[in-house]
């Protein structure tokens, strides 16, 4: 039997959404672990290290990369894939002959021959090794590797999936009590698709995510059902593939390929990214999306050319217009093409992924435009985007 995606309106509102309790965003994460876990010479106690958990796929270890964003070249950007670790990953002692004792000896990715302060992730810090948990229990309340300090400033933290999850993690219990247990909330699809816009991901997926939010969802949810939901992951259903944030990105290479390849072997491998179900309805997606007006047609024949399409099939056309913007004269036929569509949660998408574009030439165009200036203005209660 398949199980329809229950669709969603187009285009999420701050008031559609319902955050849960003891959660926080990848937004909410970046900004608290320099608070957190930042080492104070004069305080060298205050820090806690956080550690965020959420189920698979949902964007933890970009953490990381954030953070370097955030803080700048002052630091050194260390990340450490915890389940792989053994002990001389870590340390080692060597004798020295000389004094009769034994010298700690710190392994190479811990950059310690670099005066810099750190930034460690530690990642899946709950699925390491009792004995490497152990060992890392310094470097989690100390910011000690073995006897042997990190630079004053340096930030700790970890991540890891929920215990309910299944897959393995597990913390020693009174090293629980010395840190910060986060829970990740998952994003939001329209959180997703502005971060797909800035990283290229096909506008098919875009549109796919935002017209189906179901497809980010969480087992952990208030109301969850999978016999409603059979797209995401759930440890009572174990399957290696599913929907997830990160799976969803990786569609992208498929998408872009498929005409390479006979439909049946296209089917099997996106079943194989993101799961049967998930494929299954991409890509009746993907057939309706090869069915619209190219843009060559719209730019030559906005007023003209048919808007009588599905809601989906419009999506489609407005995140692929964000990626096709070149000039003015783009942004001007392309709003008369947009003016003839129905529905202003759908105009929404276009204007809020055209403010959001990567491309710092497309966004200037638009803000600049006139036309595109009034319909912000006049939608500004809805409209998710920059100030305009």
Not at 244 to 263: M, Q, Y
Request: aromatic fraction near 8%; glycine fraction near 6%; proline fraction near 6%.
């Amino acid at each position: 039997m398949t199980v329809e995606l229950r669709e969603g309106n187009g285009v999420e509102d701050n008031e559609s959404r319902i955050i849960p309790p003891w959660k926080l965003s990848l937004k909410g994460c970046r900004g608290w672990i320099p608070y957190l876990s930042k080492q104070d010479p004069l305080k060298p106690k205050a820090c806690i290290t956080p550690i965020i958990q959420s189920e698979p796929g949902c964007g933890k270890s970009s953490l990381l990369e954030m953070l370097e964003e955030d803080l700048g070249d002052g630091y050194d950007y260390i990340y450490l894939d915890c389940p792989i670790m053994d002990y001389s990953d870590i340390c080692m002692k060597i004798p020295d002959k000389e004094t009769k004792t034994l010298q700690t000896y710190i392994g190479s990715a811990f950059k310690i021959d670099s005066p810099k302060p750190k930034v460690i992730m530690l990642d899946e810090i709950m699925k390491a090794p009792k004995m490497t948990q152990t060992m890392f229990m310094k470097l989690l309340l100390e910011r000690k590797i073995d006897d042997v300090p990190l630079p004053d400033g340096s930030i700790i933290f970890g991540t890891s999936n929920n215990i309910t999850d299944g897959v393995g993690d597990g913390f020693l219990a009174h090293g629980g009590n010395r840190v910060c247990i986060i829970e990740l909330l998952k994003v939001t699809a329209m959180e997703w698709c502005e971060w797909g816009a800035r990283n290229d991901i096909h506008p098919y997926i875009l549109a796919m995510v935002n017209r189906y939010p179901d497809l980010l969802a969480s087992y952990r949810d208030d109301g969850f059902d999978p016999k409603i939901n059979p797209y995401v992951f759930d440890p009572q259903n174990p399957q290696l593939s599913f929907s997830s944030p990160r799976s969803l990105a990786k569609l992208d290479v498929v998408v872009r390929n498929r005409d390479k390849f006979d439909s049946d072997s296209v089917m099997t491998v996106m079943g194989g990214i993101v799961g049967k179900p998930t494929a299954s309805q991409f890509n009746a997606l993907m057939a309706l999306g090869d069915e619209l007006p190219s843009w060559d047609e719209i730019m030559k024949h906005p007023e003209e050319v048919n808007v009588k399409q599905s809601e989906a099939a419009l999506m489609i056309l407005m995140f692929q217009a964000v990626s096709k913007i070149e000039t003015t004269e783009d942004i001007t036929q392309f709003l008369k093409f947009v003016d003839r569509v129905e529905k202003h949660e759908i105009q929404s998408i276009f204007y809020t992924m055209a403010v959001n574009a990567p491309k710092a030439a497309v966004r200037a165009l638009c803000v600049k435009h006139k036309k595109f200036g009034e319909w912000c203005r006049a939608n500004q209660k809805n409209f998710q985007g920059d100030d305009v």
